[in-house]
């Protein structure tokens, strides 16, 4: 089945309420799912214990101490007990939804993601309601907020399989630029990489950036994103660079324009002797097409 995995923040204040949140429902997702909080910050290892979790207290970190995804995804490939894993951010509502798009993936090795609905939640959720998770979509669709498609697209979940050997670099959580390296590690080797938008409802429960070292303006940025995007190289990859979707129901190539015009823009960046030879030759071009469509 799944294990889900997250660096939580200290247990203090909102953030405490927004986390727990979070992990309730990710223990709900199946009966069968595996839960696993990583980090030694204030409350982590006392909230696994409460709510029986598996716990990874040992991670490297920064010189400003944010602990390092990079330990935490190789640390619970060690550990997991389940063959898929599912990263997620500790503010982040994940829905049965989810466990049943992963199952209609058609492939072995893949990535897979989807925007975020945004809301406010101040106050604990009900689990013990049984319709808790319908009321939940029914208020997030309607007066929450879906995050647009766009470059800079919030990713806050991803499910990929445990086998993968990712070997990823030293990069800070909860700062910019880390996904972009995961993806970026998918796409080089033609893995598909899979939006989930129109078949997961994943919530982000909105929340303040006060927890980040040395930040620079209102959100994340700071010496540490700063750092994740030397890592990274310009690397900058998001959820428009999407190989599959689901329409329907399914899993199908991602052939829209804004996607397929990112892969026009890509191959013109990396091949632009191609890309001229394309623009003169209209039998080239056309057996050339395959190169976007991937």
Same mark, same amino acid.
């Given at each position: 089945?799944?294990?889900?995995?997250?660096?939580?923040?200290?247990?203090?204040?909102?953030?405490?309420?927004?986390?727990?949140?979070?992990?309730?429902?990710?223990?709900?997702?199946?009966?069968?799912?595996?839960?696993? *909080?990583?980090?030694?910050?204030?409350? $982590? @290892?006392?909230? #696994?214990? /409460?709510?029986? +979790?598996? !716990?990874?207290?040992?991670?490297?970190?920064?010189?400003?101490?944010?602990?390092?995804?990079?330990?935490?995804?190789?640390?619970?490939?060690?550990?997991?007990?389940?063959?898929?894993?599912?990263?997620?951010?500790?503010?982040?509502?994940?829905?049965?939804?989810?466990?049943?798009?992963?199952?209609?993936?058609?492939?072995?090795?893949?990535?897979?993601?989807?925007?975020?609905?945004?809301?406010?939640?101040?106050?604990?959720?009900?689990?013990?309601?049984?319709?808790?998770?319908?009321?939940?979509?029914?208020?997030?669709?309607?007066?929450?907020?879906?995050?647009?498609?766009?470059?800079?697209?919030?990713?806050?979940?991803?499910?990929?399989?445990?086998?993968?050997? *990712?070997?990823?670099?030293?990069?800070? $959580? @909860?700062?910019? #630029?880390? /996904?972009?390296? +995961?993806? !970026?590690?998918?796409?080089?080797?033609?893995?598909?990489?899979?939006?989930?938008?129109?078949?997961v409802v994943a919530v982000?429960?909105?929340?303040?950036?006060?927890?980040?070292?040395?930040?620079?303006?209102?959100?994340?940025?700071?010496?540490?994103?700063?750092?994740?995007?030397?890592?990274?190289?310009?690397?900058?990859?998001?959820?428009?660079?999407?190989?599959?979707?689901?329409?329907?129901?399914?899993?199908?190539?991602?052939?829209?324009?804004?996607?397929?015009?990112?892969r026009v823009d890509r191959?013109?960046?990396?091949?632009?002797?191609?890309?001229?030879?394309?623009?003169?030759?209209?039998?080239?071009?056309?057996?050339?097409?395959?190169?976007?469509?991937?």
């Amino acid at each position: 089945m799944l294990t889900v995995f997250a660096i939580p923040k200290p247990f203090r204040g909102r953030d405490a309420t927004i986390q727990r949140n979070a992990i309730e429902s990710w223990k709900r997702l199946h009966t069968a799912c595996e839960v696993v *909080l990583c980090g030694d910050d204030e409350g $982590v @290892g006392d909230v #696994a214990a /409460e709510l029986e +979790l598996v !716990h990874i207290p040992d991670l490297g970190r920064t010189e400003y101490g944010t602990p390092l995804v990079s330990d935490a995804f190789a640390a619970v490939a060690r550990r997991a007990a389940h063959p898929l894993l599912c990263y997620a951010n500790a503010d982040m509502l994940l829905l049965s939804d989810l466990v049943r798009a992963a199952r209609q993936v058609p492939f072995r090795d893949f990535l897979m993601t989807g925007s975020r609905w945004h809301v406010s939640q101040e106050s604990p959720l009900d689990f013990d309601d049984p319709e808790w998770e319908a009321g939940l979509v029914e208020r997030v669709r309607g007066l929450g907020s879906l995050e647009a498609l766009s470059p800079s697209s919030g990713t806050d979940y991803f499910v990929f399989p445990r086998h993968l050997e *990712l070997a990823m670099p030293p990069l800070a $959580v @909860g700062r910019p #630029a880390w /996904e972009c390296w +995961l993806i !970026h590690w998918f796409r080089a080797r033609g893995m598909p990489f899979i939006d989930a938008s129109d078949a997961v409802v994943a919530v982000h429960q909105d929340h303040g950036y006060d927890h980040v070292p040395a930040r620079v303006g209102a959100s994340w940025e700071g010496p540490e994103a700063d750092a994740n995007r030397r890592v990274v190289k310009g690397r900058v990859y998001d959820l428009v660079d999407a190989s599959h979707a689901f329409v329907g129901g399914r899993v199908r190539p991602a052939r829209d324009p804004q996607r397929v015009q990112r892969r026009v823009d890509r191959l013109r960046t990396r091949r632009p002797r191609l890309c001229r030879a394309l623009a003169t030759d209209p039998l080239r071009r056309l057996a050339c097409r395959r190169l976007v469509d991937l």
